[in-house]
C-alpha cells in the first residue's frame, strides 16, 4: 500500500485511525491460490469504505490484473475497464504491463521495479561489503564506532 502524507517508519500493520485518519491512497493485493473470491470482493468493500483512491488486484497464476480507482475518497470506486496496457496509475505514474509471462511494473523514469528476491540479494551484498570494510578498518587498528 502507498500512503502519503505519513512519516516514514516501520508498521506491523497500517491502523488508519492511529494515523489522523489518513487512508492508503493506493492499494496492491497479490492473490494466492488460497485467496476466495469472496475475499477479495470484501477486500474491495473494505477499500471503498475507508476512502482508497486505487487499488489493483494482481492473480500471478493466471495473469489477470484488475483495477478501481476514483477522484476523491467520497466518489465511488470505479472498475477500470477495459484496463488498457500499458496502464499508468493515476496518483503514482508508475505504469504496469502485462505479458505473457507476467505483469510488468515500472518507475515513472521508465525504470523496472526489481523483483522482491533481488532487492533481499542487493542487500545482503551491502551487508557483506559493510562487514568487510568494517573488519578491514578493525585490523588496521582502527575503531569505526569513532569514525
Not at 482508497?52 to 494482481?58: D, H, I, N, Q, R
Given at each position: 500500500m502507498v500512503v502519503l502524507g505519513r512519516p516514514d517508519g516501520a508498521r506491523g500493520s497500517y491502523k488508519q485511525w492511529e494515523e489522523d485518519n489518513i487512508p492508503p491512497q493506493?492499494?496492491?493485493e497479490i492473490l494466492s491460490p488460497s485467496n476466495t473470491m469472496s475475499e477479495m470482493a470484501a477486500k474491495?468493500?473494505?477499500y471503498q469504505q475507508y476512502g482508497?483512491?486505487?487499488?489493483?488486484?494482481?492473480n500471478p497464476q493466471s495473469h489477470n490484473f484488475w483495477?478501481?480507482?476514483r477522484a476523491t475518497p467520497e466518489d465511488s470506486l470505479v472498475l477500470i475497464t477495459p484496463l488498457d496496457f500499458p496502464?499508468?496509475?493515476p496518483l503514482l505514474n508508475i505504469r504496469f504491463e502485462l505479458f505473457d509471462d507476467g505483469l510488468a511494473v515500472y518507475h515513472p523514469n521508465g525504470e523496472l521495479f526489481k523483483e522482491p528476491g533481488d532487492l533481499f540479494d542487493e542487500r545482503d551484498r551491502a551487508q557483506q561489503e559493510r562487514d568487510r570494510a568494517l573488519a578491514k578498518?578493525?585490523?588496521l587498528g582502527i575503531d569505526p564506532e569513532t569514525l
Open positions: 493506493v492499494v496492491f474491495q468493500q473494505f482508497v483512491l486505487e487499488m489493483y488486484f494482481y483495477g478501481f480507482q496502464w499508468t496509475s578498518l578493525r585490523e
